[in-house]
Nanobody
Framework: QVQLVESGGGLVQPGGSLRLSCAAS????????MAWYRQAPGKQRELVAR???????NYADSVKGRSTISRDDAKNTVYMQMDSLRPEDTAVYYC?????????WGQGTQVTVSS
């Protein structure tokens, strides 16, 4: 059974930083492509960043230059470092594990950027 558990969300002031973590179990983590999505109130879920099993990362334009996705296959964990946070980054952030037709989601962690 696949389980993805996110942590690291919270309330941060504009310009601040957060590091999200997603611990995976029940999968051969190293062969999965991992991603972070987010969903703000009243909006569709959107891709924020993705990292392939080989370590290639790509980012949404909205976070490019401000966020870094990384993975530690030894710890079955994917991270996202978010800097220079803006109010528009406020959303629930979800971890995603994908391999072909297989697609799993975490329960989400709330990130709120507000003064």
């Amino acid at each position: 059974q696949v389980q993805l558990v996110e942590s690291g969300g919270g309330l941060v002031q504009p310009g601040g930083s957060l590091r999200l973590s997603c611990a995976a179990s029940g999968i051969i983590f190293s062969i999965y492509h991992m991603a972070w999505y987010r969903q703000a109130p009243g909006k569709q879920r959107e891709l924020v960043a993705r990292i392939t099993s080989g370590g290639t990362a790509n980012y949404a334009d909205s976070v490019k230059g401000r966020s870094t996705i990384s993975r530690d296959d030894a710890k079955n964990t994917v991270y996202m470092q978010m800097d220079s946070l803006r109010p528009e980054d406020t959303a629930v952030y979800y971890c995603n594990a994908a391999l072909g037709a297989l697609n799993s989601w975490g329960q989400g962690t709330q990130v709120t950027v507000s003064s």
